[in-house]
């Protein structure tokens, strides 16, 4: 058995179970890669599109699924700026935590976060509670690897993860390819137009090496369901096809893209900044660009 093949089982074992039914809404969002609000920020020409789905959501009761790369830490040491830089999204997503509707998994970028110590120190610092009693916060947050989603009355389930897994020098090499990125690649990129080799969405061959390996994985453990990001290529498979999705991500020029899940179906949407000629405004719409599909024609 491959290296891969190790990781995938693992997660897929060590995954948090939820239940999910008809009444479950879900939105998956992944590769936010929040900065400091830089150049190297990729999120923040985005951001305004980014919260204004988030406060849709949270008014119609979604839980929000964070797919991994939530933040951006091979080019950012520190979280203290990317807080900063970003607070207002920070705020969205403690109302879903307050709610028990928010899960976070971790990705190479953020793969820190797979440590709690780590988590709960940023917590303390940035999200203090007022006293023990009133947990004003993210206070009891915690970074997952995996989701099962296991679908009641069913015995079919859906497992979420980044991606990385399927990606062995983004997973087990994370920090050799985040010193690279933090001391050349970021400078090189600005300066040159160089992509990052280390990317399987700037590096068209690792994109394909990922995703056929998941495939494998898919089709060896009997057509197995799978929502993912990593590869920052949005991916919505016929019924007749091999059951990998991927959320796409929320650094796509002028717009984001998302996964739902809404009374057992599941689309594939986009947020973008639209002219209105009749009102004459900008305006932030969503709009279906695949499904909505019966989960039970994927798995």
């Given at each position: 058995m491959s290296i891969v093949n190790k990781i995938l089982d693992r997660a897929y074992k060590k995954a948090k179970k939820i239940s999910i039914n008809t009444d479950s809404k879900i939105i998956f969002f992944s590769d936010l890669h929040k900065g400091d609000n830089s150049y190297a920020d990729d999120f923040t020409h985005n951001y305004k599109i980014y919260n204004r789905a988030l406060k849709n959501y949270y008014k119609e009761d979604?839980?929000?699924?964070?797919?991994?790369?939530?933040?951006?830490?091979?080019?950012?040491?520190?979280?203290?700026?990317?807080?900063?830089?970003?607070?207002?999204?920070?705020?969205?997503?403690?109302?879903?935590?307050?709610n028990g509707r928010l899960h976070m998994l971790w990705g190479n970028h953020d793969m820190e976060f797979r440590n709690?110590?780590?988590?709960?120190?940023?917590?303390?610092?940035?999200?203090?509670?007022?006293?023990?009693?009133?947990?004003?916060?993210?206070?009891?947050?915690?970074?997952?690897?995996?989701?099962?989603?296991?679908?009641?009355?069913?015995?079919?389930?859906?497992?979420?993860?980044?991606?990385?897994?399927a990606d062995y020098m983004n997973?087990?090499?994370?920090?050799?390819?985040r010193?690279?990125?933090?001391?050349?690649?970021?400078?090189?990129?600005?300066?040159?137009?160089?992509?990052?080799?280390?990317?399987?969405?700037?590096?068209?061959?690792?994109?394909?090496?990922?995703?056929?390996?998941?495939?494998?994985?898919i089709v060896k453990n009997k057509n197995?369901?799978?929502?993912?990001?990593?590869?920052?290529?949005?991916?919505?498979?016929?019924?007749?096809?091999?059951?990998?999705?991927?959320?796409?991500?929320?650094?796509h020029p002028d717009s984001i893209i998302g996964i739902e899940i809404v009374n057992l179906k599941i689309s594939l949407v986009k947020w973008y900044e639209h002219f209105d000629e009749?009102?004459?405004?900008?305006?932030?719409?969503?709009?279906?660009l695949e499904g909505p599909t019966d989960i039970k024609k994927f798995i």
């Amino acid at each position: 058995m491959s290296i891969v093949n190790k990781i995938l089982d693992r997660a897929y074992k060590k995954a948090k179970k939820i239940s999910i039914n008809t009444d479950s809404k879900i939105i998956f969002f992944s590769d936010l890669h929040k900065g400091d609000n830089s150049y190297a920020d990729d999120f923040t020409h985005n951001y305004k599109i980014y919260n204004r789905a988030l406060k849709n959501y949270y008014k119609e009761d979604y839980t929000y699924v964070e797919v991994g790369d939530g933040i951006e830490l091979w080019e950012n040491k520190s979280f203290e700026p990317i807080f900063k830089a970003h607070e207002s999204t920070f705020n969205l997503l403690k109302l879903f935590s307050r709610n028990g509707r928010l899960h976070m998994l971790w990705g190479n970028h953020d793969m820190e976060f797979r440590n709690p110590l780590k988590v709960e120190k940023i917590i303390h610092t940035f999200f203090k509670p007022k006293n023990l009693k009133i947990k004003d916060l993210f206070f009891d947050l915690k970074y997952e690897e995996s989701l099962l989603l296991n679908i009641e009355n069913s015995s079919k389930n859906i497992v979420v993860f980044h991606g990385h897994q399927a990606d062995y020098m983004n997973y087990i090499n994370w920090k050799f390819n985040r010193f690279f990125v933090r001391y050349f690649w970021k400078y090189i990129q600005r300066w040159f137009g160089v992509s990052d080799p280390t990317s399987p969405a700037k590096n068209h061959t690792s994109l394909i090496r990922v995703e056929k390996r998941l495939n494998k994985w898919i089709v060896k453990n009997k057509n197995q369901m799978v929502i993912c990001g990593h590869t920052h290529r949005p991916r919505f498979p016929d019924s007749s096809d091999i059951p990998l999705f991927n959320t796409g991500s929320c650094v796509h020029p002028d717009s984001i893209i998302g996964i739902e899940i809404v009374n057992l179906k599941i689309s594939l949407v986009k947020w973008y900044e639209h002219f209105d000629e009749s009102s004459q405004e900008n305006k932030i719409i969503k709009v279906l660009l695949e499904g909505p599909t019966d989960i039970k024609k994927f798995i």
